[in-house]
């Protein structure tokens, strides 16, 4: 079946870039999201880009689409403590049919 | 204040047990939706209802049934519980039910069935 994966750890240092990957296989995502997912809390929803953009920018956050390698990133510029957290990759097609990843732990030294 | 609540946060029953689990959202959205978290972290929807409507009804045994008494609320029960049924279950509401909405999730509710 159609598949989402990204990697489940990443150690940055506080201040470095941190680079969340990601990669989908269902080739009619038309909606690829990133969602933050802090201890205890809910999902919250970071960032969407839509299938025909390749790149979208919102302050600290970077998103890049590689839409014939099926491959999404997430870009965290000066990542700081409180973005430790666990990071969900998503796509669908209809918007509310979403499939998520297994979800990347970051975890950000001081 | 919380956006989206549901209840219990954790849900123990021995199996043929029925069982509900509450969903509240106070953000005054239109759209509420129920999603099942499988053992690969995957959320895969349940249902979603818009305006107290019934909109979407993915391939859910007819032991699950959702109940929405007004738009704030999308309650899910749950009959002769099974020992698949064990996963987190989470609750989430949009404004509306475009294909661009944003979604915003509760915290999930952990069911285990023994």
């Known amino acids: 079946g159609e598949d989402v994966e990204q990697s489940l750890f990443l150690s940055v240092r506080e201040g470095d870039s941190s680079v969340i990957n990601c990669t989908y296989t269902d080739s009619s995502s038309t909606y690829l999201y990133w969602y933050k997912q802090e201890p205890g809390a809910g999902l919250q929803l970071l960032t969407y880009?839509?299938?025909?953009?390749d790149m979208k920018q919102d302050q600290r956050l970077t998103v890049l689409l590689n839409k014939k390698d099926k491959h999404l990133s997430l870009r965290i510029a000066d990542t700081q403590t409180g973005d430790s957290a666990i990071y969900f990759c998503?796509?669908?097609?209809?918007?509310?049919?979403?499939?998520f990843g297994a979800g990347t732990r970051l975890t950000v030294k001081p | 204040d919380t956006a989206v609540s549901q209840t219990p946060k954790y849900l123990v029953t021995q199996m043929g047990n029925d069982k509900s689990i509450k969903c509240e959202q106070n953000?005054?959205?239109?759209?509420m939706y129920w999603y099942k978290q499988d053992s690969k972290k995957f959320l895969k929807i349940m249902f979603s209802?818009?305006?107290?409507?019934?909109?979407i009804n993915e391939t859910v045994p007819n032991r699950f049934s959702p109940k929405s008494p007004d738009k704030a609320h999308l309650n899910l029960h749950i009959n002769s519980l099974e020992l698949g049924d064990s996963a987190v279950y989470f609750c989430?509401?949009?404004?509306?039910?475009?294909?661009?909405?944003?979604?915003?999730f509760g915290s999930g509710t952990q069911l285990s069935v023994l």
């Open positions: 989430a509401s949009s404004q509306d039910s475009g294909v661009n909405e944003k979604l915003f």
């Open positions: 880009i839509f299938s025909n953009m």
């Open positions: 209802y818009n305006n107290k409507e019934l909109i």
């Open positions: 998503a796509e669908s097609i209809r918007g509310d049919d979403m499939r």
């Open positions: 953000l005054g959205h239109d759209t």
